[in-house]
């Protein structure tokens, strides 16, 4: 896998702190997304809570909500290669074979290997530190290495 990508040159890995910026860039993002979405449906749900009524469903609505976006977002801009985050610090997605973009379907997976990697004491997203081609995880699950852009 490794070969196809180096023939024509060597790949121009991101460093931990580029990638770590760029998840925190899409984490506050994300999180402006959440904050009004609380805003606008929590008046709804404090209002069902005071007039007695049944607002579990409504705050669970909101949480799903949320993870829909959450996978939406992740999915089409790595599906693209890069998120806002990663576009701000000039990085982005390349497939093992060098293939860019990585398409929706890598996309959803990488997405999915996010959550795994963030499982177990982070140590998906710590596996960046110690594999020699900075992949954690999620890029292995989905098969894509974050480059310089």
Same mark, same amino acid.
């Given at each position: 896998?490794?070969? !196809?990508?180096?023939? =024509?040159?060597?790949?121009?890995?991101? /460093?931990? @702190? &580029?990638?770590?910026?760029?998840? *925190? +860039?899409?984490?506050?993002?994300?999180?402006?997304?959440y904050i009004a979405?609380?805003?606008?449906?929590?008046?709804?749900?404090?209002?069902?809570?005071?007039?007695?009524?049944?607002?579990?469903?409504?705050?669970?609505?909101?949480?799903?909500?949320?993870? !829909?976006?959450?996978? =939406?977002?992740?999915?089409?801009?790595? /599906?693209? @290669? &890069?998120?806002?985050?990663?576009? *701000? +610090?000039?990085?982005?997605?390349?497939?093992?074979?060098?293939?860019?973009?990585?398409?929706?379907?890598?996309?959803?997976?990488?997405?999915?290997?996010?959550?795994?990697?963030?499982?177990?004491?982070?140590?998906?997203?710590?596996?960046?530190?110690?594999?020699?081609?900075?992949? =954690?995880?999620?890029?292995?699950?989905? /098969?894509?290495?974050?480059?310089?852009?």
């Amino acid at each position: 896998m490794d070969e !196809a990508v180096s023939q =024509g040159g060597e790949k121009d890995l991101a /460093g931990v @702190g &580029q990638r770590l910026a760029s998840y *925190l +860039v899409d984490a506050v993002v994300l999180s402006i997304i959440y904050i009004a979405l609380i805003f606008l449906f929590g008046v709804q749900i404090e209002e069902e809570a005071i007039a007695g009524g049944d607002f579990s469903t409504a705050f669970s609505a909101v949480y799903i909500l949320m993870a !829909a976006i959450a996978i =939406g977002y992740y999915t089409y801009f790595f /599906g693209n @290669g &890069q998120t806002p985050g990663m576009k *701000l +610090v000039e990085i982005k997605l390349i497939r093992v074979d060098g293939v860019e973009p990585v398409g929706y379907k890598k996309g959803f997976f990488r997405w999915v290997g996010m959550e795994i990697s963030g499982m177990i004491f982070l140590l998906g997203y710590l596996w960046i530190l110690i594999d020699k081609n900075k992949q =954690g995880w999620h890029d292995k699950i989905a /098969g894509t290495y974050v480059v310089k852009a």
